[in-house]
């Protein structure tokens, strides 16, 4: 994955694209291109910066160092509510229906990960006016088990790889506040039965995807925002639970988790799910 591509496109459809078949004219369809951007509240996030003003108290700072996730099942919204599939291309960033995004520049002092960053997700869709989207964030059970270390890109960045879940990071967010230094928010599957290594995960008891609907875009103008201090509104950034990782792993019996999951629309032990209000149409 060496090439970097612009930061800040857009949600545009590109040129229609007419296809044409051997056996006369197919449906013409139009290339997508969907521009997602991090924040910290009406701030654009910048990996490695401190930020003030989070947290349940409102005053607390977090820096993050490393920000990537996986989405797959990505579809278009027409107004009358039907929905397509979004198909997207083959690359270093999207295989076989999933889409890879990172928001880390290690470039910039103070950030970690890898110096590539990935805000845009590129397919195609038949031709139509599409005023919404549908995505689910996460990868899919069937490839969530794998060995990763030998599946093809983006499924081998093994950053993203949990061993000892033996499955994916959906969400992969690494920093520190000024009370937790080692910081942390990794979602993925937990509870998972059977041995990943050899195929055999049969389930998962918290599966922890989430679906994300954004309806009212302007497909020629609007992207998808990520905002790292909704995320956290609820969350006191300094303190975490003794003998529970500092953050959150997503583990189903850490306290500290319930908030990070209530405000991603997910349940959390015996809290019920919250409205998703982290992804909006920027």
């Known amino acids: 994955m060496k090439t970097r591509p612009p930061r800040l496109l857009g949600l545009s459809l590109l040129a229609p694209l007419a296809l044409v078949g051997a056996c006369g004219d197919a449906a013409p369809r139009q290339?997508?291109?969907?521009t997602f951007r991090a924040t910290m509240g009406s701030e654009t996030f910048a990996c490695g910066q401190p930020f003030t003003g989070l947290g349940v108290t409102g005053d607390q700072t977090l820096t993050v160092r490393d920000?990537?996730?996986y989405v797959h099942d990505v579809r278009l919204v027409t107004a009358a509510g039907d929905e397509v599939a979004l198909e997207l291309g083959e690359n270093?960033?999207?295989?076989q229906g999933i889409?890879?995004?990172?928001?880390?520049?290690?470039?910039?002092?103070?950030?970690?990960?890898?110096?590539e960053t990935r805000l845009v997700i590129e397919g195609s869709a038949p031709e139509g006016d599409y005023v919404g989207v549908r995505f689910?964030?996460?990868m899919p059970f069937e490839q969530n088990h794998q060995e990763a270390s030998v599946a093809a890109s983006p499924l081998n960045i093994t950053d993203m790889f949990w061993a000892w879940q033996s499955g994916y990071k959906f969400i992969k967010l690494d920093g520190a506040s000024t009370g937790v230094p080692t910081w942390r928010f990794?979602?993925?599957s937990t509870g998972c039965v059977g041995d990943p290594m050899a195929g055999g995960v049969t389930s998962c008891t918290a599966p922890n995807r989430f679906d994300v609907e954004l309806m009212g875009m302007d497909l020629a103008a609007d992207s998808i925002r990520f905002d790292i201090a909704e995320l956290v509104s609820d969350v006191d950034l300094d303190t975490f639970t003794p003998e529970t990782p500092p953050g959150c792993m997503s583990g189903a019996m850490d306290p500290d988790c319930t908030e990070y999951f209530e405000a991603l629309g997910l349940p959390h032990a015996s809290?019920?799910?919250g409205v998703q209000r982290v992804f909006t149409v920027d």
């Open 31 to 34: 290339d997508v291109s969907l």
């Open 67 to 69: 920000a990537r996730m």
């Open 99 to 115: 889409a890879y995004l990172d928001f880390a520049d290690s470039n910039d002092t103070g950030c970690e990960g890898n110096p």
């Open 271 to 273: 809290s019920p799910a």
């Open 136 to 138: 689910t964030v996460g």
């Open 92 to 95: 270093a960033f999207q295989h």
């Open 186 to 188: 990794h979602l993925g």
